[in-house]
């Protein structure tokens, strides 16, 4: 399955510009196979001294949030896998429109505010977590 990465990128470079001065944002988009995405994942953030990793949620919902349509086992074990091994925090990006299917760019381009839910369950993961959430 060919998941596009599109929607994530822009929505950090609206965080970028946003927050420009402040903070240092790097997207990387590539292409791996299943039997190698942790390691290639882990080696990438290794490599760039990276703060944070953050993976896609492994289930989508309807447009109208009601039901789950898909429910991807290998995006499960990635994330999984990656928690593991990573040499940095990692975080499960959740995103799900209240509005209908939108993308993300749609959302940021005609919304001034969000809804963020953020788990807090202590250590220095979740500190850091909850400063992206604020």
Not at 91 to 110: A, C, H, K, L, P
Request: hydrophobic residues 40%.
């Amino acid at each position: 399955m060919f998941y596009n990465s599109e929607n994530v990128v822009v929505s950090f470079e609206q965080f970028r510009k946003e927050f420009f001065g402040f903070i240092f944002v790097s997207t990387y988009t590539a292409l791996s196979v299943p039997q190698t995405m942790r390691g290639d994942i882990c080696m990438l953030a290794l490599n760039n001294t990276t703060s944070l990793i953050i993976l896609p949620f492994h289930q989508t919902w309807s447009a109208d949030g009601s039901a789950i349509v898909s429910d991807s086992k290998m995006i499960r074990k990635l994330n999984k896998s990656v928690l593991e091994l990573s040499p940095c925090s990692v975080g499960i990006f959740v995103y799900q429109s209240n509005s209908g299917r939108r993308t993300i760019r749609e959302t940021v381009t005609n919304f001034s505010s969000y809804q963020v839910c953020m788990l807090f369950l202590g250590g220095k993961d979740d500190r850091e977590v909850l400063t992206l959430a604020k």
